[in-house]
């Protein structure tokens, strides 16, 4: 019992650890975060699903990098741990659809933060690679769970 306590407070340790990382990434040091925005400026919202992402295929070679790799692939990977740790920690998110819930909405409630804090865009696509990333999470749980 006393070892299941232990990778409990391990798993939590890293969630908290990893959440603040991740919270600094979207807010604070990502680069193209808009540090000069004032309350009136125009806040930036995209709901056409997958507009972002096709807009991002038609990329030259000096965009490469920080169009695929950091918002595309940086989307879906950094989302990767949060969708493992969640049903690690917490057996109610061990249900697909109640993890997809708060998942989504947690996504949702961080994007609309970066849209009112001008710090970024609100996008759609930022969800749905978000949300992939964290199913991919999800996956790796059940799969080492029951290989473990």
Do not use: C, W
């Given at each position: 019992?006393?070892?299941?306590?232990?990778?409990?407070?391990?798993?939590?340790?890293?969630?908290?650890?990893?959440?603040?990382?991740?919270?600094?990434?979207?807010?604070?040091?990502?680069?193209?975060?808009?540090?000069?925005?004032?309350?009136?400026?125009?806040?930036?919202?995209?709901?056409?699903?997958?507009?972002?992402?096709?807009?991002?295929?038609?990329?030259?070679?000096?965009?490469?990098?920080?169009?695929?790799?950091?918002?595309?692939?940086?989307?879906?990977?950094?989302?990767?741990?949060?969708?493992?740790?969640?049903?690690?920690?917490?057996?109610?998110?061990?249900?697909?659809?109640?993890?997809?819930?708060?998942?989504?909405?947690?996504?949702?409630?961080l994007e609309l933060s970066q849209m009112l804090l001008h710090v970024g865009v609100a996008d759609i696509d930022d969800v749905i690679l978000n949300y992939?990333?964290?199913?991919?999470?999800?996956?790796?749980?059940?799969?080492?769970?029951?290989?473990?």
């Amino acid at each position: 019992m006393k070892a299941l306590n232990n990778r409990k407070t391990i798993l939590y340790l890293l969630l908290g650890l990893y959440s603040i990382l991740l919270l600094f990434l979207m807010f604070i040091a990502y680069p193209g975060v808009n540090r000069l925005a004032k309350p009136n400026d125009k806040l930036s919202l995209n709901l056409t699903p997958f507009h972002t992402i096709l807009d991002m295929m038609r990329i030259d070679e000096h965009s490469f990098f920080d169009k695929i790799i950091v918002n595309l692939i940086g989307n879906i990977l950094g989302f990767i741990p949060i969708g493992f740790f969640l049903p690690a920690i917490f057996k109610k998110f061990r249900s697909f659809g109640k993890f997809s819930l708060f998942f989504i909405g947690m996504i949702i409630f961080l994007e609309l933060s970066q849209m009112l804090l001008h710090v970024g865009v609100a996008d759609i696509d930022d969800v749905i690679l978000n949300y992939l990333g964290g199913i991919l999470g999800f996956l790796l749980f059940k799969f080492f769970r029951h290989k473990f």
